[in-house]
C-alpha cells in the first residue's frame, strides 16, 4: 500500500441490531453522543445559538475524554445519511444508515483534504484506528449498553479513550 492509497477516503461498515432512526440518533443528539463516543458534545445552529440536535448549516463542538476538541460545521442531515466536517473542517464525515431485516448498516467515510501529506497520513491513520473503536462501542452501547471506553484522562492514551 501507498502513501496515495492511505491518502485516499476510507469507508468503515458495521451492522448494528437497531433501527436506522435510533442509529441516527446517537449521532445528530448531544446527550447520546455523550453516551458512546464523547465526554462532551454541543450543537449549534447557523447564527450560533446551541441547540440539542444537529441542524445543516449549524456545527458542533466535539471533546474527547482526553481532552482533544474539534468544532466543524453540520453539512447535512437527511432520513439516512449524516455529512460533517471534521478535525475543524479539515475534511467531512459521511455517515449512512441502512436498514435491512431489523439490522442496520452503519457506513462511515472519511476523508482529509488539507494538510502536508505526513499530516494527512497521520490523520487517516489515527482516524480510521479511531473510528473502528468507536463504532464498535455503538454497537457494543446501542445493543446491550456497555460502554467500553476507558474515562479516566489520567490512564490516556490507550485504544478505547
Not at 475534511?91 to 436498514?99: C, N, S
Not at 479516566?152 to 485504544?159: E, I, K, S, T
Request: contains cysteine.
Amino acid at each position: 500500500m501507498t502513501a496515495e492509497d492511505l491518502l485516499k477516503p476510507f469507508i468503515l461498515k458495521i451492522w448494528i441490531k437497531r433501527d436506522a432512526e435510533a442509529l441516527q440518533r446517537f449521532w445528530t443528539r448531544s446527550d447520546d453522543l455523550v453516551r458512546w463516543f464523547l465526554a462532551s458534545a454541543k450543537y449549534f445552529d447557523a447564527g450560533g445559538a446551541e441547540v440539542s440536535i444537529a441542524v445543516p448549516g449549524g456545527s458542533y463542538e466535539w471533546r474527547w475524554i482526553e481532552g482533544t476538541t474539534d468544532r466543524s460545521s453540520v453539512k447535512a442531515v437527511e432520513h439516512g445519511r449524516i455529512v460533517l466536517g471534521w478535525m475543524h473542517d479539515k475534511g467531512e464525515i459521511e455517515l449512512t444508515f441502512t436498514q435491512s431485516s431489523g439490522e442496520t448498516m452503519v457506513e462511515l467515510k472519511q476523508t482529509i483534504e488539507t494538510g502536508s501529506v505526513e499530516d494527512r497520513l497521520s490523520d487517516q491513520i489515527g482516524c480510521q484506528l479511531g473510528w473502528t473503536f468507536f463504532l464498535a462501542n455503538l454497537k457494543s452501547v446501542s445493543e446491550g449498553g456497555l460502554d467500553l471506553r476507558e474515562k479516566d484522562p489520567a490512564r490516556v492514551p490507550v485504544l478505547n479513550y
